[in-house]
């Protein structure tokens, strides 16, 4: 019969490995499963005399990621976990432990003054943990004796984690997830991958997000394996671990695995590795991500999705010999999904819809939210928010979130497509599309990439490299050189905010016009707009403009410039330096004379009327 309790899985995995590495950091050197045992079983038995209630909820605030992993395993043993960010503010500590209601908080070594300030503004209880419950139990682990009273463990269908949503759109959700929910997630993860005793986990991704707690962490202990806690994702100290402890798995989110690649792009050779396959979950990793990670370690990326109410993994590419389908996330592993039209009705194979999952990993709702819980669990199941498509064999192709889908003046499109496309031009290195409010439009397009060194390339030669790749409607307005993509906590981008975050690089001092052309350009397009003046770089969509202006425009400066300038150009070249461009090359150098004594006139006149 298979074990339906998450936290006795981890507690039996933990048993496979006594007298081997569970745990492996550099601070304390490894850490075999009895002293993890025998540790988890000292901070339960420190639970219990403080008299805290079996089944009660505990926040974990713990910057170490050794601290983070023993107080998650022993937590989920009688009680409910709950891993809060360390690095939340004091204001945003006080929402989450009032929203949590915890009977005890955890404090691990290092937590911040701001967490503290607001533990002890909410009044509850504390329990300190540091390295000294290791070194006590590397001292007790051959006689396996831990003093003082255990709980017993909660029930299958027992809240064993909660968690609460990113609030990227709205007020944050929690997320209670039963030891059953987190079992059968944890099976599925370790038989989809294939994991044994013999493999070990490289952990980068932070212990208070489903992705580290269940992929990175949890499914490599039940499996028996080791896991290597590498802390908070640096480069040069991902690289190290990879060559000093020989892992043979590591799962990402996209943003980590970029950042990998342009670091591991820059060393001379090639790096000697034990890595058996590299998985990617959270969020959707561009084909040529993946072929460049192929190339470099040699060794299959395994794309999978999965989210907080699923208790993660929903889906998985196998690995090989096995068909994987670089662009999907694969196949349902332990869940069904269907792809349902808005009305509830099954969409064709390769059709875009919404989808929709059931399963024993998922949540069976919210806590405390009816609201959400009606709008998300429905009788075809739990509606995920995700868009995307199922071919003839099952594999899912994910298109984007209903909510980010920018519509721009009717037309729908996915900015996952738009990033996909800037990736692939040589010379960027990460890109993130996203909606832009506009009076007329509604949303407007709008990206932000980042260079290589050296890359040259502005954002105007990048709108025309797309305009190569995608439907001229799908090309942003507007292109933003910046340093690097904004990424919430867990690295995971926040799409929707991204307009907020990034607005100051699409906002340059105006550059005036200088020759007749650029003159006519940016006075008449502005009148057009019902503007008081434009800049050479202001952009004709984000001032106003519309496909119905654009027309307007195309006429008016044509009967100026004596060159006709069709809609599809203004469209291209949204600005006035980009348009000054187009016309340059099609007057001559009579016409432009006649241009300057056009505008000489003008501004003759204009100064009669001013005096």
């Known amino acids: 019969m298979p074990v339906t309790h998450f936290g006795a899985q981890l507690r039996a995995g933990l048993k496979l490995r006594a007298d081997l590495p569970a745990l492996i950091c550099d601070d304390l050197g490894p850490l075999s499963g009895t002293t993890c045992l025998v540790a988890m079983d000292q901070l339960r038995a420190g639970l219990a005399a403080a008299d805290l209630p079996a089944g009660s909820r505990i926040a974990i605030i713990a910057p170490q990621p050794r601290h983070a992993a023993l107080a998650f395993v022993a937590c989920l043993q009688s009680h409910v976990a709950a891993p809060l960010n360390p690095d939340y503010t004091r204001d945003e500590f006080l929402f989450y432990l009032n929203d949590l209601q915890p009977g005890l908080v955890l404090l691990g070594a290092g937590a911040t003054a701001a967490a503290e300030a607001a533990v002890a503004s909410c009044g509850l209880p504390s329990l300190r943990l540091g390295d000294e419950v290791f070194q006590a139990a590397q001292k007790a682990s051959q006689l396996g004796v831990v003093g003082g009273r255990l709980p017993a463990l909660s029930a299958a269908a027992a809240p064993g984690l909660i968690l609460h949503t990113s609030g990227t759109t709205a007020r944050p959700k929690m997320v209670a997830l039963s030891q059953e929910n987190l079992a059968c997630s944890g099976t599925n993860i370790a038989g989809s991958l294939r994991l044994g005793e013999e493999d070990i986990s490289l952990c980068a991704m932070p212990l208070f997000h489903i992705h580290g707690l269940m992929a990175c962490l949890g499914a490599a202990l039940v499996a028996g394996g080791a896991v290597v806690l590498a802390g908070r994702f640096q480069p040069e100290r991902f690289v190290d671990c990879l060559l000093r402890h020989r892992p043979t798995w590591f799962s990402a989110v996209p943003t980590l695995h970029l950042a990998l690649m342009h670091h591991l792009e820059q060393r001379a050779a090639p790096m000697d590795h034990a ?51 670089p662009g999907t996330v694969g196949q349902a592993f332990g869940t069904s999904i269907a792809i349902l039209n808005d009305h509830g009705t099954a969409c064709a194979p390769g059709a875009v819809g919404n989808v929709v999952i059931t399963g024993a990993g998922v949540t069976p709702g919210y806590v405390e939210n009816p609201s959400a819980n009606l709008e998300a669990f429905q009788p075809t199941g739990f509606w995920t928010g995700d868009l995307g498509s199922l071919d003839k064999d099952g594999y899912l192709r994910l298109t984007g979130r209903c909510k980010e889908i920018v519509n721009r003046g009717g037309q729908k499109i996915s900015p996952r497509e738009i990033d996909e496309a800037l990736i692939a031009i040589p010379g960027i290195t990460d890109a993130v599309a996203f909606a832009q409010p506009h009076a007329s439009l509604g949303e407007d397009l709008l990206a932000a990439v980042c260079l290589a060194p050296g890359a040259d390339l502005t954002g105007e030669a990048i709108r025309l490299r797309l305009f190569e790749r995608l439907a001229d409607y799908k090309v942003p307005s507007q292109i933003a050189l910046v340093d690097a993509i904004p990424v919430g906590a867990t690295g995971k981008r926040q799409r929707l905010q991204m307009w907020s975050a990034l607005q100051g690089y699409f906002s340059a001092p105006m550059r005036a016009p200088v020759t007749s052309v650029e003159i006519i350009l940016c006075e008449f397009t502005a009148e057009i707009l019902g503007q008081e003046r434009m800049g050479l770089d202001d952009n004709f969509f984000n001032l106003g403009g519309n496909s119905i202006l654009g027309v307007e425009l195309s006429i008016t400066l044509g009967e100026l410039l004596g060159c006709y300038i069709p809609p599809i150009v203004i469209f291209r070249h949204p600005t006035p330096a980009g348009l000054s461009a187009f016309v340059l090359g099609r007057l001559s150098d009579q016409d432009l004379a006649q241009l300057d004594q056009v505008v000489r006139s003008l501004a003759e006149v204009e100064g009669a009327a001013g005096t």
């Open 275 to 325: 890595l058996r396959f590299i998985r990617s979950s959270s969020a959707p990793l561009p084909p040529s991500i993946i072929a460049r990670l192929e190339g470099y370690f040699d060794a299959p990326v395994i794309e999978a999705y999965g989210m907080t109410e699923a208790s993660h993994q929903i889906a998985s590419n196998p690995l090989p010999p096995a068909v994987r389908k």
